[in-house]
């Protein structure tokens, strides 16, 4: 239970401006479809929610992907009504990833290079784990929720959601951490 959670107006002034740029980015016409699954697409816009993350804490990570959700399913769902959701779950379960080892090593003096590889092994680990479940457990409802797959084509297309998801995260935690170290050299966090 949280208590007592005071939020300053610094705090929700940052949440807004990642929020913004978060859901800029989102919006842009910049668009990589994944080769080996076409419904998949690349982006840059998990880029801003993991640098808050490592910047602010996990409630303004979660707070800047929950206004970027809001937004998408008022503006521009994708292919699925609920594709939003699933964008949240994968983004979601990737800063959980995250934040076990900043919970379980706090040593600001370690490795930057070491720091960014466990983080982001761990994003990729949890965000993999977690969206498999997630898929197979949704993708067979119809739309809105799901696709009304067959159970063997949510199996076979399992893999390739999974390499989107650990490529997807591959640059997402190491670039987020790098904003994020470079904003704290150069600004009193």
């Given at each position: 239970m949280i208590k007592n959670v005071k939020i300053s107006a610094k705090?929700?002034?940052?949440?807004?401006?990642?929020?913004?740029?978060?859901?800029?980015?989102?919006?842009?016409?910049?668009k990589i479809p994944a080769p080996y699954a076409p419904y998949l697409i690349y982006q840059v816009w998990e880029i801003p929610i993991v640098a808050g993350f490592l910047l602010y804490g996990f409630l303004a990570g979660i707070a800047i992907a929950v206004l970027n959700t809001f937004v998408l399913l008022m503006v521009f769902p994708g292919m699925l009504l609920t594709g939003p959701l699933y964008n949240l779950a994968a983004v979601i379960s990737m800063l959980i990833g995250i934040s076990i080892p900043k919970v379980i090593h706090k040593n600001p003096q370690a490795d930057r290079r070491k720091s960014a590889a466990v983080l982001t092994a761990f994003g990729i680990i949890f965000r993999v784990g977690i969206m498999t479940v997630v898929n197979w457990a949704f993708l067979r409802f119809p739309p809105p929720v799901g696709f009304g797959m067959p159970e063997p084509a949510i199996i076979m297309s399992l893999p390739f959601i999974a390499i989107f998801n650990a490529t997807l995260a591959l640059y997402t935690v190491p670039l987020g951490y790098a904003i994020a170290e470079t904003i704290k050299l150069h600004t009193k966090v």
């Open positions: 705090t929700i002034a940052v949440i807004s401006v990642f929020a913004a740029l978060t859901i800029s980015l989102n919006l842009s016409p910049v």
